[in-house]
């Protein structure tokens, strides 16, 4: 396995970064989980605005253009001769010195990491995921904003210790206000009277890639799609929830802090939506 890193590929086992990484010591980064289907990259070019909308934000110089970046993440696939892979970009703010100032670190670490993809069980497919709601908070965005894909996933890594702890599969987040914001990794969507619903990015969600592909997907079906608020109550009595995300595909959730959603299987528009969802991935990428 070839992994790049600022340059050049190196094995697995070269692939190292030093302990003075600010990325190692405060979270000081960003990344992005991308996928290939067939050879075909899913929107990379969006993955790779947000990593520079994030790098921008965080006053982190990426040493190349968008262009050179799009390259590199498919060269690393090519490389690794994969097909459908998971990849990982990663960019660190890179050594420095111990004090959090981040204008000390005056290299910053690229590294993109392509690998045979780990794929979901099929039976959270099939049957569906059981999720819950669970204490820890989403950030706003006037905390942290989530636009902002940074290494620093603690708030997330919580999120998710709390749903395993409760023997589900992800968690369901509020924000502060208590309006539903999104699952530790994944964004959510519900279902009702046959329109969907997600919240919007303001409230504590990423702006999923994955979700904004399957917004527009489901607008060109014909469907309403609301991105509005909507609480815990609103999720209790959808007709359908589904999650979102790079690697998740869409996850059909049947049921919500012991809730049973519609008939407690997978629903029609979700099953739908997946269908679609799979065949456009296929097809839309950069080979
Ligand atoms: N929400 C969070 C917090 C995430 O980390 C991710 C994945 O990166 C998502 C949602 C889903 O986003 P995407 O569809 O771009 O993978």
């Known amino acids: 396995q070839w992994i790049f890193m600022n340059g050049e590929y190196v ?3 070269d692939a190292k970064v030093s302990v003075y990484d600010h990325g190692f010591l405060y979270g000081d980064g960003i990344f992005e989980g991308i996928r290939a289907y067939d050879g075909n990259i899913f929107r990379l070019d969006e993955h790779i605005r947000r990593l520079y909308d994030s790098a921008k934000a965080m006053l982190l110089t990426i040493p ?10 498919a060269d690393t696939v090519r490389r690794n001769e994969l097909e459908d892979a998971y990849i990982r970009l990663v960019v660190s703010r890179g050594p420095g010195n111990l004090g959090l100032d981040p204008f000390t670190c005056k290299t910053p670490q690229v590294i993109v990491i392509a690998e045979q993809l780990a794929l ?9 995921m059981e999720i819950v709601t669970v204490a820890t908070r989403r950030n706003r965005s006037d905390i942290l904003n989530p636009k902002l894909k940074s290494l620093n996933y603690l708030n997330n890594i919580l999120i998710k210790i709390e749903a395993s702890l409760a ?24 279902v009702r009277d046959g329109e969907l619903w997600t919240p919007p990015s303001y409230l504590g969600a990423l702006e ?12 060109d079906m014909g469907y309403v799609v609301h991105e509005q608020p909507f ?19 869409l996850i059909p959730v049947i049921r919500v802090d ?6 407690g299987v997978p629903g029609v528009h979700t099953l739908r939506l997946l269908e679609i969802f799979q065949t456009h991935v296929r097809t839309d990428g950069v080979k």
């Open 208 to 219: 999923g890639i994955t979700r904004n592909a399957v917004m527009e997907f489901a607008r």
């Open 167 to 190: 023997g589900a599969g992800e968690a369901l987040t509020l924000n502060t206000e208590g309006y539903v914001a999104e699952g530790s990794g994944d964004n959510v969507f519900i």
């Open 120 to 128: 979901f069980p099929k039976e959270f497919y099939e049957r569906g």
């Open 11 to 13: 094995g697995k086992e």
């Open 258 to 263: 012991g809730r049973t959603i519609g008939d």
């Open 64 to 73: 190349y253009t968008q262009q050179e970046m799009a390259e590199i993440v």
């Open 231 to 249: 609480t815990r109550h609103d999720v209790y009595v959808a007709d359908e929830v589904f999650l979102t995300g790079t690697a998740a595909e």
